[in-house]
């Protein structure tokens, strides 16, 4: 599932509700519990993204393949481990060259290495 753009209920903040929202696994499936860890995806772009802000734009030459419908935001600082069941579909993936660019943003905001 790394590399994947799914759509799955996403909590606010407070934890007073949820949203079906996309996110994108950060993680294959963790066995034997069946769980993904994923960062948030918003349509929401900032003048002055953070460095937990990675940008997937439509002007990408692979921005097709993400199944995402206008530029986007993932929200590095965002994360949440879910089990896979409650992922309700599947919009796209990351390209090679959009999973590394992401990869090597997240690896510095968390100060460690991802395989």
């Not at 034997?32 to 940008?55: C, M």
């Not at 309700?88 to 690896?107: F, P, V, Y």
Request: aromatic fraction near 8%; glycine fraction near 4%; hydrophobic fraction near 40%.
């Amino acid at each position: 599932m790394k590399y994947k753009i799914v759509i799955v209920p996403f909590p606010f903040d407070d934890l007073s509700g949820q949203k079906a929202r996309p996110a994108v696994c950060l993680t294959d499936e963790i066995l034997p519990y069946g769980h993904l860890v994923l960062a948030f995806i918003t349509s929401k772009l900032s003048a002055n993204p953070s460095a937990t802000d990675f940008v997937i734009s439509s002007q990408d030459a692979d921005f097709a393949l993400t199944g995402l419908k206008v530029s986007s935001t993932v929200r590095l600082h965002r994360l949440m481990t879910v089990s896979s069941k409650i992922i309700t579909r599947e919009l796209g993936e990351l390209s090679k060259n959009q999973w590394t660019e992401m990869k090597t943003a997240c690896e510095n905001y968390l100060e460690f290495e991802m395989l």
